[in-house]
């Protein structure tokens, strides 16, 4: 939900209600961690890919985020005794999810998913939470950028070792900035009168499409789960052995 180039510039499910899109994309997420078979899930990565491919590098530069952590899970389950199976299994099922959490949840961005949290009755104070998170992640993203580009540009020859320290350096004075700007923004906000909600400015209308493509979409969570034990779970995983 990055507002800034990460964020995407096409939403191909922009007419449905985000309450939909909610429910939906929990629907098709749940269903997705639960499926064991590696042909289904490269085929719900693809078809999900193919719904975003107007935003295709967006979606290629978040997939790589998640992935640098699904690289470690092939380093560490193989030592546990795993084999290549599981982190395999696991790797497909996280991408499965970002895939889909992207073309569900992530496209509207912060601004449409908030109201739509707030209306279906989630704590206020948790949906305030989410909102102020997800601004200063990208403004501490900025900072620590800015702050790296130009350590790389003045900073003298050094060594490896020195380096590092300068970089741990970099990053602890941005978290103590980041600390000491939250409490400034806490007061100023309370003394504005802001008591930790924000107010709902939008208005929804539930509409028959609405109920149709959340009607298809638990179709198809259920037709996954259906798919992948009438398939079998262990065949396919034959071909990596």
């Known amino acids: 939900m990055y507002?800034?180039?990460?964020?995407?510039?096409?939403?191909?499910?922009?007419?449905?209600d985000p309450r939909c899109r909610l429910a939906a994309g929990c629907a098709v997420i749940l269903s997705a961690v639960s499926v064991?078979?590696?042909?289904?899930?490269?085929?719900?990565?693809?078809?999900?890919?193919?719904?975003?491919?107007?935003?295709i590098r967006t979606v290629l530069t978040r997939l790589g985020a998640v992935n640098v952590f699904c690289a470690t899970l092939f380093i560490t389950m193989p030592l546990s005794g795993y084999g290549i199976e599981a982190p395999l299994r696991y790797t497909l099922r996280i991408n499965a999810a970002a895939v889909i959490f992207m073309l569900f949840v992530a496209s509207p961005g912060t601004g449409g998913i908030a109201p739509a949290l707030t209306k279906l009755r989630v704590n206020a104070k948790l949906v305030s939470l989410l909102i102020l998170t997800c601004r200063y992640v990208v403004i501490m993203h900025d900072r620590v950028f800015r702050a790296v580009l130009s350590m790389r540009l003045r900073r003298p020859r050094m060594g490896t070792l020195t380096a590092?320290?300068?970089?741990?350096?970099?990053?602890?004075?941005?978290?103590?900035g980041a600390f000491f700007r939250s409490q400034k923004i806490s007061r100023a906000?309370?003394?504005?009168?802001?008591?930790?909600?924000?107010?709902?400015?939008?208005?929804?209308?539930?509409?028959?499409?609405?109920?149709?493509?959340?009607?298809?979409a638990s179709a198809v969570s259920i037709l996954l789960v259906y798919l992948d034990k009438n398939l079998g779970q262990g065949l396919p995983w034959r071909i990596y052995r």
């Open 36 to 55: 064991t078979n590696p042909l289904l899930l490269a085929g719900l990565i693809i078809a999900a890919a193919l719904a975003l491919v107007r935003d």
């Open 3 to 16: 507002l800034n180039q990460r964020e995407f510039k096409h939403d191909i499910l922009r007419p449905f």
């Open 189 to 216: 906000a309370r003394a504005r009168g802001f008591d930790g909600l924000f107010p709902l400015t939008r208005t929804f209308n539930w509409k028959l499409r609405d109920t149709a493509a959340l009607i298809i």
């Open 164 to 176: 590092w320290r300068s970089y741990t350096a970099l990053f602890a004075s941005a978290f103590a």
